[in-house]
Nanobody
Framework: VHLVESGGTLVQAGGSLRLSCAAS????????TGWFRQAPGKEREGVSC????????WYADSVQGRFTVSKDVAKNTVYLQMNALKPEDTAIYYC???????????????????WGQGTQVTVSS
């Protein structure tokens, strides 16, 4: 399984970015894609996740209403649309995948088995 994030760049506060997480090396849609971020000097935190098979989603309070996760099943890609960006959104953003069905969406890092390399998002004030 291979995950590649893209779309990170420098943007001004109030701007928008769309991150992509392209997955390869597996088939089917029984998986959850999670988005995490790690700001300088801080621990990695969960931002959002989506269950690809049934479109269930979760958002951290800090991004609720500003970020939206979506998918393109044909491309095996999950997107994170980020609007109204703030300087505190500056971080390396990672996507991760976990497989199988579950009762609740996985919110912890240790629930994910595959990780991308990360993409840097910098929001200037």
């Amino acid at each position: 399984v291979h995950l590649v994030e893209s779309g990170g760049t420098l943007v001004q506060a109030g701007g928008s970015l769309r991150l992509s997480c392209a997955a390869s090396g597996f088939a089917g849609d029984l998986y959850v894609t999670g988005w995490f971020r790690q700001a300088p000097g801080k621990e990695r935190e969960g931002v959002s996740c989506m269950s690809v098979s049934d479109d269930l989603t979760w958002y951290a309070d800090s991004v609720q209403g500003r970020f939206t996760v979506s998918k393109d099943v044909a491309k095996n890609t999950v997107y994170l649309q980020m609007n109204a960006l703030k300087p505190e959104d500056t971080a390396i953003y990672y996507c991760a995948v976990t497989f199988g069905t579950r009762k609740d969406l996985p919110l912890r890092e240790d629930e994910y088995s595959c990780w991308g390399q990360g993409t840097q998002v910098t929001v200037s004030s």
